[in-house]
Structures are given as structure tokens and as C-alpha cells.
């Protein structure tokens, strides 16, 4: 059934979604990626920019794509195809692209964390970070790694297939507040660790001379980072905000959605550090799976580490979910919408063609790499500077309108946004995805290239 003959589905309670919106924010960006882009790009320096580009960049970005749901009632699609004429049209193209490639490594690397909850249970983790780490090297890739991210994909597409209101709602409404009690709960638990006090000032005390030098590669990570984690950039806000009514405030429901989500990174960190420095891990090991190495071989290294490392990894696994279905839930809107698809077999073929594009991730990791520097430095921060001109330059009349519904009379709050839309937020996403295509293109060479040559 198309939109046309049926009325479009919307949250069902006024909590609905503020709290899909934050299931989907939290997920593998907070708790996987996260720590080790902060690993990888230098500690405190790198926790400075991400922090600026989430306020800065983040919020007025979000409340972009608000507007645009709100105001269209459309999947990305359709939404750009009304706000938008001529080459416009093509830009919900990417949102989806982009979704598509995401969620297909996403699915794989949530399976990685359903494996590492049941090791802990099973056989518990290894103490050796060399061990841990070929102990990674063969549970990341390979059958068992395409299996759980079948299992994974499944459950994702049983939950978007009941819809809106009775899958999506549900599953966040009891998925949220777990994650934000067991999180707070081990960060308790992490303070008490010997090797706590260093990992603050690591953590928390920006080194300026490691800024002054990789500039040039933090920027694009701390972009890419922001947009990630709070699923901006590939039309995910943007299709949930189009199922609401305009009674909200979407000013008010971004700052909450951004202060649960960045919360939770943060956490997230005073969680992780403290375990490497006092298992004496590296926090820079490089790679996607250095999390899982590292935070393996540290709880291996702790009493009743097995537990505590089991129900980490099991809450990420649920992070992961909600996050998942977000992402899902874009790709079916879509297909519903546009293509007046049915939901159950929308959602279905989009599972079985996900899982497909997810097996080269779980064969080798720098295929995951690949998929994943593409997304994150470039298509999420080209999508949200795209929608940002679109909205910022040529939209913007109906955009304040927009966002005065539910609110009131903004008066120079809403050229105080638009502005910033139009002239900071612009100039830094064209910073932050040059750095990334020229950072990509390195990458294509120093590690893709010579990979391909091995074969
Ligand atoms: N924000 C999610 C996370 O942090 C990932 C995501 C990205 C979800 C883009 C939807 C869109 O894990």
C-alpha cells in the first residue's frame, strides 16, 4: 500500500520519539567506535573537537534534518524530491546509499559483540593481548563472524517488518534506560581501578601539541564521528521526525537526543580507559577490532572480568539493535513510500540484500575499513552538507516556520540558526570532507592497494 491510500504511521505515545531517536544515537558509534577513534587520534585532543563538532555542527545539523522530516512527511527520498528540484532530487539517493552501506559492516561488527559476550560466559577472556589479539583475528572473520551477522540482520528486519509503533517503540522504550543504568554502573565500577587516574588525564586533558600536529587528521574523524554517532547525514532523523506531529519541540527533543547520546560516549570512555591503562594496553592499537582486543584482554586480565566483560558486551549488542533498526527502518520507508513496496516484503529483501553486502566485512578487515572510512568521512558529511545548503540557502523560509511549530515565535534565534547553518556549519563540514577524501585517498593506497596486491 502506498501513502497515498493509507494514512502515514506515527508514534504512538509523545515519549515514542524522543526515544527511538536516542536508540538509534546510542549505539556501536558510542561505545565500538568511539573509543578507538579517541585511541587512535591521540586521547583528549581528539575528545576537544568531537565535543565542538557535537554542539557546534551537530545540533543545528539535526535540527536540519528535523525540519525537513517534519515539514515533508517523507522518507529522504521524497523529502528531497519536494524540497528540492533538478539535481536536489538526487541527493536522497545518497541517504539511502549511504544507509545501505552502513548498516551492512554495522550488522557485522554487532555480531562480533554477540561473540564476545557468549566468550566470556563460555571460556571467559584472554589475559595476553597478543593472544587476545589472534583470538580476534579468528573469531572477527570468517564463517562464524557470517553467521552471527546473519542472526543479527534477522532480528533487525523482525522488528522493523511490525512496524513503526509496535516494533521500533517498543524495543527502545525497554532498550534506552537498560543501557544508561548498566553504563553508569560499570563506570562506578571503573573509577576503582588502579590505573583510573591515568587514564583521566589521557582521556580528559587535551595535549595541544598532538592537536597542532594531526589537525589534519582529527578534524575529518571528529566529523565523521559527530555525524555517526548521532545518526546524522543518511536521513535517519529526518524519517523518524517525518512519522511526528507538529506539536513538538524540536529544539528541546534535539538537545535531549544529543545530551543522552554524547553522555553515553563519555561514559563509554570513563568505562574503557581506566580498564586498558590498568591492564597496561595501548590505547592506540590501531584497527576496528582494537576494542575488542584490548577491552577482551583487560577484562582478562580483572577478577570476575569474565562477567563484567559478558555484560559489556551484551548491552553493546542491544545498543547496536536500536541503532540497526534506525538505519532499517530508512531503507523500508523508502521502498514504502516511493515504491508503494509492502513493509514485510520491503523489509525482508532489504535484509537479504544487507547481509550479502556485509560478507566482505566479515571476511577481512580492512574490507570493513574500506566500507567503513567511505561512510563515515565521506557520505555521512557530504549528506548533512548537502541537506545543510539545500535547507540553509534555499529552503530557509519554510525551515524557521517549521521549527516555530511546537515552539512559538523563535524571533532572532531562527536567523541566529540559519546563519550558523549557512556559514559555520557549511564551512566546517567542507573542511572536515576534504580532510576525509584526501584521508580516504591515503588509505586506498597505503592499506587497500597493497591488500588488493596480496591476493
Ligand atoms: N548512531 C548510531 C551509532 O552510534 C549509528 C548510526 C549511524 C545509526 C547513522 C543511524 C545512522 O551506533
Not at 554487532?110 to 584472554?126: F, K, N, S
Not at 595541544?208 to 547525514?233: C, H, K, N, Y
Not at 523518524?240 to 554524547?262: H, K, M, P, V, W
Not at 557530504?382 to 534555499?394: E, I, M, P, T
Amino acid at each position: 500500500m502506498s501513502s497515498v491510500d493509507s494514512p502515514r504511521e506515527s508514534w504512538a505515545t509523545r515519549l515514542g520519539f524522543i526515544f527511538a531517536a536516542v536508540g538509534s544515537a546510542v549505539g556501536l558509534g558510542n561505545v565500538w567506535r568511539f573509543p578507538f577513534q579517541v585511541g587512535q587520534e591521540g586521547g583528549g585532543a581528539f575528545l576537544l573537537i568531537y565535543l565542538l563538532f557535537i554542539v557546534l555542527v551537530g545540533f543545528p545539523a539535526m535540527l536540519v534534518e528535523f525540519v525537513a522530516g517534519r515539514y515533508t512527511e517523507r522518507n529522504p527520498v521524497g523529502a528531497l524530491k519536494q524540497l528540492g528540484t533538478g539535481l536536489w532530487e538526487y541527493v536522497g539517493w545518497i541517504f539511502v546509499v549511504t544507509g545501505f552501506v552502513i548498516l551492512s559492516y554495522y550488522s557485522v561488527v554487532a555480531g562480533w559483540t554477540i561473540r564476545y559476550a557468549v566468550l566470556g560466559l563460555q571460556d571467559g577472556y584472554l589475559a595476553d593481548v597478543e593472544a587476545a589479539e589472534a583470538q580476534f583475528g579468528s573469531l572477527a572473520v570468517g564463517l562464524e563472524a557470517i553467521v552471527l551477522h546473519a542472526l543479527f540482520m534477522a532480528v533487525v528486519v523482525t522488528v522493523v517488518a511490525f512496524g513503526v509503533e509496535r516494533g521500533i517503540e517498543l524495543a527502545v522504550k525497554v532498550l534506552v534506560p537498560a543501557i544508561i543504568v548498566i553504563a553508569v554502573g560499570m563506570a562506578i565500577y571503573a573509577f576503582t581501578l588502579e590505573g583510573a587516574g591515568e587514564a583521566y588525564v589521557y582521556y580528559l586533558a587535551p595535549d595541544l601539541e598532538v592537536l597542532a600536529d594531526d589537525w589534519r587528521s582529527i578534524v575529518p574523524a571528529a566529523a565523521g564521528q559527530a555525524f555517526f554517532t548521532l545518526s546524522l547525514g543518511m536521513g535517519v532523523m529526518l524519517t523518524y521526525a517525518s512519522y511526528l506531529q507538529e506539536d513538538r519541540n524540536l529544539a528541546t527533543d534535539g538537545a535531549i537526543i544529543i545530551g543522552f547520546d554524547t553522555a553515553i560516549a563519555f561514559i563509554v570512555g570513563l568505562i574503557v580507559f581506566p580498564v586498558l591503562f590498568t591492564a597496561g594496553v595501548d590505547p592506540a592499537a590501531p584497527g576496528p577490532g582494537a576494542i575488542f582486543v584490548s577491552l577482551a584482554a583487560a577484562f582478562g586480565d580483572l577478577t570476575l572480568g569474565w562477567l563484567v566483560g559478558a555484560v559489556f558486551f551484551a548491552t553493546v549488542a542491544v545498543a547496536a539493535l536500536s541503532s540497526a533498526i534506525s538505519l532499517l527502518e530508512v531503507l523500508v520507508s523508502y521502498l514504502i513510500d516511493e515504491r508503494g513496496i509492502g513493509r514485510v516484503p520491503a523489509t525482508v529483501a532489504l535484509g537479504g540484500g544487507l547481509f550479502v553486502l556485509g560478507i566482505p566485512s566479515a571476511l577481512d578487515l580492512v574490507l570493513l575499513d574500506l566500507f567503513d572510512g567511505f561512510a563515515d568521512q565521506i557520505l555521512l558529511v557530504l549528506g548533512g552538507l548537502l541537506l545543510s545548503v539545500l535547507v540553509g540557502w534555499r529552503r530557509s523560509d519554510l525551515a524557521i516556520t517549521e521549527l516555530e511549530l511546537g515552539i512559538g515565535d523563535l524571533g532572532p534565534y531562527g536567523d541566529a540558526w540559519i546563519w550558523a547553518v549557512r556559514i559555520p556549519v557549511i564551512a566546517a563540514l567542507l573542511v572536515a570532507l576534504t580532510l576525509g577524501v584526501l584521508g580516504y585517498i591515503e588509505f586506498l593506497q597505503d592499506d587497500f592497494w597493497p591488500w588488493i596486491q596480496e591476493l
